[in-house]
């Protein structure tokens, strides 16, 4: 049995205004929109339209999650043309693929330009039959891949100003 069969997840335009307005304009929280299917560009554009998310702002593209998009790599095309179509440059982009799929699926959108992420969270392998030892293992696997394929790795630093964050210095917590 799957415990999620019978569930809904709120999530009305109404509460999303709400937390917009309240956690983003109201404590300066700064969100990474998870877009899991096509439609979750055009609502992200809803509020943008409205003024409630400003840029520069980070979108996540998530595949291979029931629910959502397929994971077809055609997907990792058509997510970012969307994306590109309804935002320009306002946006930051990224991608993570559940599974098998995550590793040629961030390799494809860090060649359209994107970011990526890797983690235990989105897959437990680090290939085929074998569990990743650590977050850390997946990291240097993707390192590897990109470097090897001429991209540059953003240091923290570099990664905290790409996405407009505060940094651990500027929390309160």
Not at 105 to 110: N, P, S
Request: glycine share 10%; with cysteine; aromatic share 10%.
């Amino acid at each position: 049995m799957i415990l999620s069969d019978d569930f809904i997840f709120r999530n009305t335009f109404k509460d999303i205004s709400y937390i917009l307005k309240h956690l983003g304009e109201g404590c300066g929280t700064r969100f990474e929109h998870e877009c899991y299917d096509i439609g979750h560009l055009y609502n992200l554009a809803h509020f943008v339209d409205r003024g409630l998310i400003k840029p520069p702002f980070f979108v996540q593209s998530i595949f291979g999650i029931l629910g959502g998009i397929g994971p077809d790599m055609d997907n990792v095309m058509f997510m970012k043309q969307t994306a590109d179509r309804l935002f320009g440059d306002d946006y930051v982009w990224s991608v993570l693929a559940a599974g098998r799929f995550q590793m040629p699926f961030i390799t494809q959108a860090a060649m359209l330009g994107g970011n990526v992420r890797v983690g235990l969270e989105d897959s437990l392998y680090i290939e085929r039959g074998k569990l990743a030892k650590s977050n850390a293992e997946q990291v240097a696997k993707i390192r590897g891949i990109l470097e090897a394929l001429g991209h540059e790795i953003a240091t923290p630093k570099e990664a905290r100003e790409i996405l407009d964050l505060k940094g651990g210095d500027r929390v309160k917590f």
